[in-house]
Every structure is written in structure tokens, then in C-alpha cells.
């Protein structure tokens, strides 16, 4: 995906300075290929699962043009979203709606495009998604999206499947929501859901959701309720360090166990297993500050281009966009009136000067999307390779 040649860093074959120039800093880059080996990787790992890319990952609309072609559906959390994934060429029977929040726009709308599945995110949703239904004499699919409330070691803002959490049902629920919806003739219970977290990267978080899942279909079944499909949402993690990392391979052989003569069809929801290593962040060195025994680099793009460091405390590889010799140790800062605006403490770059480019790896995922328009610094531009 990114490699040097001759100390220039290209991604794929292009070289990043020649993009810089045309096209100005701060810019995100992506690799429409690398996205493909990704998709090509889950799609061999699940062949008979539907891949409902998470659009919160990054929906630019190339990239989910892609993902359509390539067979794949989408999970949306939002009219924005659905949109989006609609105008891309994402056939509504492989949409399913997500979010603790849907508005009656978004209920509405999704009943009419005809999305493949609700998931239902509390009891006190199902009475306003059935109003909307009987007003449009249409019947929702829905599945319930159950918290299981687990004890995960991944970030606390991560943590979603975890007690006290505001997403899904909590499992005291679960039965309860079941009734209430086959009671409705506007809805059909077609399945069940659980996302846990992101940016898991051992097994043995990953592997619950499959236990767990399993064993909720068996308890639904035994009190007469039908379950069709199980999303077990994204989740997989990458390395940020460059260093080994887990593959939907590793995946489908924690979860086979469990999975194994459900009979049930799955939809699985990655996000930024498919694009985070295949976007890039060039920023501009602005001014290289020497203070309190520390050297500060000052780039032209912080927390409102890439959020990750401030909100999560992520810690993304950056290197130099021209290779040269000597050795520094610097901060890598923003240019926003945070003093969380820092993208990095202690990196070992070259001695940058001001006008040298730098590029912060892996922000393909959860980068442009949560990107914002504090300080009123406009939102980056982005650059497909293909
Ligand atoms: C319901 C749901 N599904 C899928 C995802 C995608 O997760 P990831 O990008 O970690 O694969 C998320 C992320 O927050 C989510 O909330």
C-alpha cells in the first residue's frame, strides 16, 4: 500500500509529494486496492456472510461505490449514511439500520427504500418503530441488538457491549423485546445483533460474541420465537504499530465452534478492519518550536482533521514524506487551541524544517469521518488511488 522508493514515500505507485503539490495539505489519501485485498480477505474468510461495511468508518462515496461493487452491503446509523450507502449502489436488502437514536425521518425512510433489518437498540424503540410501520402499512424487519454486558480491555469509548453502556438491549430485556415485537403485525423478528466494541485485537474478546450469540438464538428458539440471521457486527482490530494483527481468518475460527449447525445466515459489520490501513494523513511541518527541553513539530492538521489522538489517546505511526538523515525526537502538534490538539509525544523523525510533509499512517478508518470544523479549519480533502 505505502511503500518508499528512493526515500519518497509513494502509496501504491504514485509519489505523495506530487500529490501534495496538486492538490495542497492537509490531504487524506487512500489506496482503492488495499481496500479491495481487505474486502477480498473477509469475503474468502465468510463466503456465505453478508459484509455490511460500517459507512461510520468512512463513507466516501467512491470508496462505498467500490464496496458495491464488490458484492458488499452496509451498516448505517444515520439518514446521512443511508443516503450515502444508496447513492454508492448498495442495494437496500443489504442495509441494516443502526443507532441508539433514530429519528422518525430515519425509521421512515428506511421502511420505504425496504432495509434488510433494524436493529432494535431498546425496548422503548419498538412501540415508535411500529407506529411509523402502521402508518405506512409497511411490516419492519427487525433485530434486537443485545448488550450482553461484558467486561472488555479495549478503550472505555470502545466499549460499547459493556455494562452500563447506552447501546442495545440489556439481556433482563432481551425476552420481553421478542414478545413485544412478534405481538405487532408491523413488525417481523428476523434476527438478533451484537457489536461489542472496536479495536479488539485478542481472540478472546472477539470469540464471546459468538458464544454469546449462539446461545441467545438457542433461548429465543426454545420460547418459540424464529431467528433467521445473527449480525455479529465489526470489531476486529488492526496493529497501529505495523506488527502482526488478527484476519477474519482468525476470526471464523473462533467463532466456528459456536456457529456450527445454528442455522442461521450471518452478516458480519467491519469497519476498520477494511479501511484503516488504507488511508493516509499529509500534513505540513508550520513551524518547529524548541521549548521546555522538548522540540515541538507544528503541523497544518490536528484533532480536527484526525480526532483519534485527543478523543481515544490513539497512537498512529507518522514518518517523514521525504526520507532524510539525522535523527530528531519530537512532539508532533496541531494548530487548534486544544492543548489536546497533540497527535503524537516522542516520535523519532528527521530534522524537519517548516514546509517539509509528513504522513500519520493507518487513518483510513474513523479519519475524515470524524474529522470537524473547529478553529473553522476546513475539513481535509480526500484523493482515491486506484
Ligand atoms: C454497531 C456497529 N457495527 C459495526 C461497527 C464497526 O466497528 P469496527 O470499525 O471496529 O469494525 C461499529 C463501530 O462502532 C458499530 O457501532
Not at 487512500?30 to 453478508?50: D, K, T
Given at each position: 500500500?505505502?511503500?518508499?522508493?528512493?526515500?519518497?514515500?509513494?502509496?501504491?505507485?504514485?509519489?505523495?509529494?506530487?500529490?501534495?503539490?496538486?492538490v495542497?495539505?492537509?490531504?487524506y489519501?487512500?489506496?482503492?486496492?488495499?481496500?479491495?485485498?481487505?474486502?477480498?480477505?473477509?469475503?474468502?474468510?465468510?463466503?456465505?456472510?453478508?459484509?455490511?461495511?460500517?459507512?461510520?468508518?468512512?463513507?466516501?462515496?467512491?470508496?462505498?461505490?467500490?464496496?458495491?461493487?464488490?458484492?458488499?452491503?452496509?451498516?448505517?446509523?444515520?439518514?446521512?449514511?443511508?443516503?450515502?450507502?444508496?447513492?454508492?449502489?448498495?442495494?437496500?436488502?443489504?442495509?441494516?439500520?443502526?443507532?441508539?437514536?433514530?429519528?422518525?425521518?430515519?425509521?421512515?425512510?428506511?421502511?420505504?427504500?425496504g432495509?434488510?433489518?433494524f436493529?432494535?437498540?431498546a425496548?422503548?424503540?419498538?412501540?415508535?418503530?411500529?407506529?411509523?410501520?402502521?402508518?405506512?402499512?409497511?411490516?419492519?424487519?427487525?433485530?434486537?441488538?443485545?448488550n450482553?454486558?461484558?467486561?472488555?480491555?479495549?478503550?472505555?469509548?470502545?466499549?460499547?457491549?459493556?455494562?452500563?453502556?447506552?447501546?442495545?438491549?440489556?439481556?433482563?430485556?432481551?425476552?420481553?423485546?421478542?414478545?413485544?415485537?412478534?405481538?405487532?403485525?408491523?413488525?417481523?423478528?428476523?434476527?438478533?445483533?451484537?457489536?461489542?466494541?472496536?479495536?479488539?485485537?485478542?481472540?478472546?474478546?472477539?470469540?464471546?460474541?459468538?458464544?454469546?450469540?449462539?446461545?441467545?438464538?438457542?433461548?429465543?428458539?426454545?420460547?418459540?420465537?424464529?431467528?433467521?440471521?445473527?449480525?455479529?457486527?465489526?470489531?476486529?482490530?488492526?496493529?497501529?504499530?505495523g506488527?502482526?494483527?488478527?484476519?477474519?481468518?482468525?476470526?471464523?475460527?473462533?467463532?466456528?465452534?459456536?456457529?456450527?449447525?445454528?442455522?442461521?445466515?450471518?452478516?458480519?459489520?467491519?469497519?476498520?478492519?477494511?479501511?484503516?490501513?488504507?488511508?493516509?494523513?499529509?500534513?505540513?511541518?508550520?513551524?518547529?518550536?524548541?521549548?521546555?527541553?522538548?522540540?515541538?513539530?507544528?503541523?497544518?492538521a490536528?484533532?480536527?482533521?484526525?480526532?483519534?489522538?485527543?478523543?481515544?489517546?490513539?497512537?498512529?505511526?507518522?514518518?517523514?514524506?521525504?526520507?532524510?538523515?539525522?535523527?530528531?525526537?519530537?512532539d508532533?502538534?496541531?494548530?487548534?487551541?486544544?492543548?489536546?490538539?497533540?497527535?503524537?509525544?516522542?516520535?523519532?523523525?528527521?530534522?524537519?524544517?517548516?514546509?517539509?510533509?509528513?504522513?500519520?499512517?493507518?487513518?483510513?478508518?474513523?479519519?475524515r469521518?470524524?474529522?470537524?470544523?473547529?478553529?473553522?479549519?476546513?475539513?481535509?480533502?480526500?484523493?482515491?488511488?486506484?
Open positions: 500500500m505505502w511503500h518508499y522508493k528512493e526515500d519518497i514515500l509513494h502509496i501504491e505507485s504514485t509519489p505523495v509529494p506530487k500529490i501534495a503539490a496538486e495542497g495539505t492537509p490531504i489519501v487512500y489506496s482503492l486496492q488495499e481496500i479491495e485485498r481487505r474486502v477480498h480477505a473477509y469475503q474468502q474468510a465468510f463466503p456465505n456472510a453478508l459484509l455490511a461495511y460500517a459507512c461510520k468508518a468512512n463513507a466516501h462515496p467512491r470508496i462505498l461505490a467500490h464496496l458495491a461493487s464488490l458484492g458488499c452491503g452496509a451498516d448505517v446509523v444515520s439518514l446521512g449514511e443511508l443516503t450515502r450507502a444508496l447513492d454508492a449502489g448498495i442495494p437496500p436488502e443489504h442495509i441494516v439500520v443502526n443507532g441508539n437514536a433514530k429519528t422518525d425521518e430515519e425509521i421512515a425512510r428506511a421502511l420505504e427504500v432495509v434488510l433489518a436493529n432494535l437498540d425496548v422503548e424503540e419498538i412501540p415508535r418503530v411500529e407506529a411509523i410501520a402502521r402508518e405506512l402499512g409497511a411490516i419492519a424487519p427487525v433485530a434486537l441488538r443485545i450482553p454486558g461484558l467486561d472488555l480491555h479495549t478503550h472505555p469509548h470502545l466499549r460499547v457491549g459493556a455494562v452500563g453502556s447506552h447501546f442495545g438491549i440489556p439481556p433482563h430485556d432481551v425476552l420481553r423485546a421478542a414478545e413485544m415485537v412478534t405481538a405487532s403485525p408491523h413488525l417481523r423478528l428476523r434476527g438478533i445483533h451484537l457489536h461489542i466494541g472496536s479495536q479488539l485485537t485478542q481472540l478472546e474478546e472477539l470469540q464471546p460474541t459468538a458464544r454469546l450469540a449462539a446461545r441467545w438464538v438457542r433461548t429465543l428458539r426454545e420460547h418459540g420465537y424464529k431467528v433467521q440471521h445473527i449480525n455479529l457486527g465489526g470489531g476486529l482490530g488492526i496493529s497501529y504499530e506488527g502482526p494483527e488478527l484476519t477474519p481468518t482468525d476470526l471464523v475460527a473462533a467463532w466456528h465452534p459456536h456457529l456450527e449447525g445454528l442455522n442461521v445466515h450471518l452478516i458480519v459489520e467491519p469497519g476498520r478492519w477494511i479501511v484503516a490501513h488504507a488511508g493516509i494523513l499529509v500534513v505540513r511541518v508550520v513551524q518547529v518550536k524548541r521549548a521546555w527541553g522538548r522540540t515541538f513539530v507544528a503541523v497544518n490536528g484533532m480536527n482533521a484526525l480526532l483519534r489522538p485527543a478523543l481515544y489517546g490513539a497512537r498512529h505511526r507518522i514518518v517523514p514524506v521525504v526520507r532524510k538523515p539525522g535523527e530528531i525526537y519530537a508532533v502538534v496541531g494548530p487548534n487551541c486544544e492543548s489536546a490538539d497533540v497527535l503524537g509525544r516522542d516520535y523519532l523523525l528527521p530534522p524537519v524544517e517548516p514546509g517539509d510533509l509528513l504522513a500519520i499512517l493507518d487513518v483510513g478508518a474513523y479519519g469521518s470524524m474529522a470537524n470544523t473547529y478553529n473553522l479549519r476546513p475539513i481535509p480533502r480526500e484523493i482515491i488511488i486506484s
